[in-house]
T-cell receptor
Framework: DAGVIQSPRHEVTEMGQEVTLRCKPISGHNSLFWYRQTMMRGLELLIY????????DSGMPEDRFSAKMPNASFSTLKIQPSEPRDSAVYFC??????????FGQGTRLTVV | AQRVTQPEKLLSVFKGAPVELKCNYS??????LFWYVQYSRQRLQLLLRHISRESIKGFTADLNKGETSFHLKKPFAQEEDSAMYYCALRLGAQKLVFGQGTRLTINP
């Protein structure tokens, strides 16, 4: 298994544009997490899914952010419209029950 | 509120010196704690978990429920230990929350 796969690795977009980040979890894992990493706030949990169902989205900053998991092998995090303060590294992670979480390599988002 | 606090954003020590990265947590339930590490240009990965009571790469961490702490320690730092370290707390069955992270730099 290639591990958790995220795309794109880097994204530069203009303020106001829609941004979609993608994640493929490790096959067989039943939990998927989206995190945002910034210098000021570290790793913030945005949302997590269990068996494709969103369980806790209390970390999603505002309505501009949305996440979906249409099946066990794919999830998206969408920002519409994007703003410069959304610039960060976004990580996806997956895990199986109470085992460790495995992280993707992250998407570095820059909104100009 | 349930949270993880890492008071030091930056920590710099000399090679061979002892290292301690601090982590405090706030959780009303039975805590399950982890340390994750992110080396330069690598993915965030699990370093150790309190349940295992193991030593990985010379690092250990003891859960102190009285002080609500899970500090990471190593008696003799090595240059390859330079990395970003995150303390994490599992809430309930799955939810995993992280502290702000500590960037550790080992000086030669």
């Amino acid at each position: 298994d290639a591990g958790v796969i995220q795309s794109p690795r880097h994204e530069v977009t203009e303020m106001g544009q829609e941004v979609t980040l993608r994640c493929k979890p490790i096959s067989g894992h039943n939990s998927l997490f989206w995190y945002r990493q910034t210098m000021m706030r570290g790793l913030e949990l945005l949302i997590y899914f269990n068996n494709n169902v969103p369980i806790d989205d209390s970390g999603m900053p505002e309505d501009r952010f949305s996440a979906k998991m249409p099946n066990a092998s794919f999830s998206t995090l969408k920002i519409q419209p994007s703003e410069p303060r959304d610039s960060a590294v976004y990580f996806c992670a997956s895990s199986l029950r109470r085992t460790e979480a495995f992280f993707g390599q992250g998407t570095r988002l820059t909104v100009v | 509120a349930q949270r993880v606090t890492q008071p030091e954003k930056l920590l710099s020590v000399f090679k061979g010196a002892p290292v301690e990265l601090k982590c405090n947590y706030s959780y009303s339930g039975s805590p399950e704690l982890f340390w994750y590490v992110q080396y330069s240009r690598q993915r965030l990965q699990l370093l150790l978990r309190h349940i295992s009571r193991e030593s990985i790469k010379g690092f250990t961490a003891d859960l102190n429920k009285g002080e609500t702490s899970f500090h990471l320690k190593k008696p003799f730092a090595q240059e390859e230990d330079s990395a970003m370290y995150y303390c994490a707390l599992r809430l309930g069955a799955q939810k995993l929350v992280f502290g702000q992270g500590t960037r550790l730099t080992i000086n030669p």
